[in-house]
């Protein structure tokens, strides 16, 4: 410590352009604040982390960016903003699992989502054509494109490919209307009437096999074996 005492002697910080929070002293760093006793008590006294994070959040500070190559103190400032019962937005610099421009493009946007306004100019330097996008805000509707032969796969006919008519359950025979019957002439009304009665007989003979077992057909008896 004797050598940091040394080393750091004669350093002296002036007016800054942005107030600084020290986590030393938990306030504002004043001018010329930043000497040699504020390095040793730096590297001496406990992190005053918390105490600073509430007193910005105190004077109206309510976006923060993590410099550094990992986040690794989002979650603990999200908890101060929440205690608080503040709404702000925490983002990080860098990320270890994406690239450098990724995550600073990332952060960018949910800080213009949260309400700042960055230096476009600075950004798209160089760029000389920009996409319009729409003046109203976003609807978040979902619509859902589905070809024809996709929904008859989700969603298969009511028709029955034997008896040729739609059997509904019960829920459904209430609230669903007796379809209205078109007139037929001809060989289609012949058709219709074969294939009605085809299903009634068809019903019928299921209803009978499901609640009479005893009506079942019996096997015949197998023929004499010769000797």
Not at 48 to 73: C, K, M, N, S, V
Not at 113 to 129: E, H, N, S, T
Not at 164 to 179: C, F, H, N, S, Y
Not at 209 to 219: A, E, Y
Request: charged share 25%; hydrophobic share 35%.
């Amino acid at each position: 410590m004797v050598q940091c005492a040394i080393a750091t002697s004669g350093l002296a910080s002036g007016p800054a352009s942005i107030p600084m929070y020290s986590t030393v002293t938990g306030a504002i760093v004043p001018i010329g604040g930043l000497d040699a006793e504020y390095w040793w008590r730096n590297v001496r006294e406990p992190v005053q982390f918390a105490p600073t994070i509430d007193r910005l959040i105190e004077d109206r500070h309510q976006a923060f960016i993590e410099l550094g190559p990992h986040p690794i103190h989002a979650t603990a400032i999200g908890e101060l903003l929440e205690k608080r019962e503040v709404e702000g937005v925490v983002v990080p610099s860098l990320h270890r699992k994406q690239s450098d421009r990724v995550s600073l493009l990332t952060s960018l946007a949910s800080l213009y989502a949260a309400g700042l306004d960055p230096d476009w100019d600075a950004l798209f330097d160089g760029i000389p054509k920009r996409a319009e996008v729409p003046l109203y805000p976003w609807q978040r509707e979902t619509y859902w494109l589905e070809s024809q032969s996709s929904r008859s796969r989700r969603f298969p006919p009511l028709r029955h490919p034997l008896v040729g008519i739609e059997k509904l359950v019960a829920d459904e025979r209430a609230q669903t209307p007796p379809p209205q019957k078109p007139k037929k002439t001809g060989s289609t009304e012949m058709k219709m009437i074969a294939s009605t009665t085809f299903s009634k007989f068809f019903s019928r003979k299921v209803r009978n096999l499901r609640n009479s077992p005893s009506s079942w057909p019996k096997p015949s008896a197998a023929p004499p074996v010769p000797r």
